[in-house]
Structures are given as structure tokens and as C-alpha cells.
């Protein structure tokens, strides 16, 4: 098996993503996304926890053990995910994936009727080794649902930028919606752990909105 080219450092930050096989949609139902969110607070610590038996209002307060990572954004996307970590541990992002990405997948094939791999490979990631692109990235990643109502916004522009706020602030797969209200899957992330570059949720939304202004020559 190849080596994978980025180490994972704890007090490092990094961008991990991966998307269904052959782009395959890997979230078909509401079920399936709030499965992942909720293996996002489960696998990310070393109890055994039958989340079936717990209450999903207490399901993310529930002792998990030691943590491997502490998240600081994610959104779902209906063939794809982007996650933010830092390690907490020795390889703590290599654990975590493993039993988040192993632990959804046999969900998914059992829910859904299906054999194979679900995911294309292994998971990607992307080593944010300067404050820059870290930055960048949570408002890359919580971003990404504009695609849902405008594939080519990258290219043409927003054509609507109100409906495109809107649409960030209600979409439920993502820790965007997270940084202006408590919500019980508000515990899968550790905020703590990362640089505070925002000092209000207006001020975030101010970012989202620069960004929304920004158009390129290619998507």
C-alpha cells in the first residue's frame, strides 16, 4: 500500500474529504445524513457507544472516551464530505476516519441493499500549513451547498446572493448553521482547538458574503 504523502501532526490542521465511488450520491435520505453527523461525535473517541439506545438529544453529550480529533467545520454533500481536524492524538485522524468511513459505509450497504465500496479510495487530504488557508477553508467548506442551487456560481457569479445566505444559514448537513445557534449536533465540533477568526456571526457572515461577490474565469 502507497504511503499517503501528508503526516498527520497533532496541533496541525487539516482538510479531509473523499466522495462516493465513481461520484456516487453516498447520502440518499435524511437518515443517512444524520447517521453520518452522528458517527462524526461517535468515532471520534475510543467508547463502544450503541447510539440506538440513546435519546439523539443526548446522543452528542454522551462520554465518548479519549477524542482522536477536534473538528472544526464539515459539511455533507449529497456525493461528497470535507471535514477540518486537528489531531488530538498520535494517529488519532487515521482512527477516526477508519471507524467513521468503515462504520458508514456497512450502514449504508445494509440500509440501502447494496455490496462494494462505497467510497472512492482512500480518504483525501489536504495539510493547511499556513493561517491564509486556513481561514480560507471554512469558508470553503460551508461554501460548498451553493452548488445545490447554483452549479456554476463559481464561473457566472451569484445570481442571487440572499437566497444563497438563506439557503447556508437553513442547510442542516453542515457546522455552518452552527455558528449562530446551539443545536445538539453543535457538539460534534471543538471550536477551541482552531484560530478564532471570526468574533461574531455577523462577522462570519460578512466572509460568506465576500466570497459570494467573488467570481473566477473557471469553475
Known amino acids: 500500500m502507497p504511503m499517503r504523502k501528508v503526516s498527520f501532526v497533532p496541533g496541525e490542521f487539516y482538510h479531509l474529504y473523499n466522495r462516493g465511488n465513481s461520484r456516487q450520491v453516498i447520502y ?5 445524513y444524520t447517521r ?3 458517527l462524526l461525535y461517535i468515532a471520534n473517541g ?28 464539515y459539511c455533507l454533500m449529497p456525493n461528497h464530505f470535507h471535514i477540518l ?14 471507524k ?8 449504508f450497504n445494509k440500509r440501502h441493499l447494496r455490496t462494494g465500496s462505497l467510497f472512492e479510495g482512500r480518504f483525501k487530504s489536504e495539510h493547511a500549513d499556513n493561517d491564509n488557508y486556513l481561514k480560507y ?46 443545536r445538539p449536533e453543535s457538539g460534534i465540533l471543538e471550536k477551541r482547538k482552531f484560530p478564532e477568526y471570526f468574533s461574531s456571526y455577523e462577522n462570519y457572515e460578512g466572509e460568506m458574503e465576500e466570497w459570494l461577490n467573488f467570481k473566477r474565469d473557471c469553475a
Open 100 to 107: 467513521l468511513t468503515t462504520g458508514y459505509s456497512m450502514y
Open 46 to 73: 475510543t467508547n463502544s457507544l450503541d447510539f440506538r439506545r440513546i435519546d439523539q438529544e443526548e446522543l452528542f453529550r454522551s462520554e465518548r472516551g479519549e477524542q482522536q480529533v477536534a473538528i472544526g467545520a
Open 137 to 182: 477553508l471554512f469558508s470553503y467548506i460551508h461554501l460548498n451547498p451553493v452548488k445545490l442551487i447554483q452549479s456554476d456560481w463559481l464561473k457566472v457569479g451569484i445570481r442571487d446572493k440572499s437566497e444563497a445566505l438563506k439557503y447556508l444559514r437553513d442547510y442542516k448537513y453542515s457546522s455552518y448553521i452552527d455558528n449562530d445557534l446551539v
Open 28 to 32: 440518499k435520505t435524511d437518515a443517512d
Open 36 to 38: 453520518f453527523m452522528t
Open 85 to 98: 481536524v486537528t489531531p488530538l492524538v498520535e494517529d488519532g485522524v487515521t482512527t477516526f476516519m477508519r
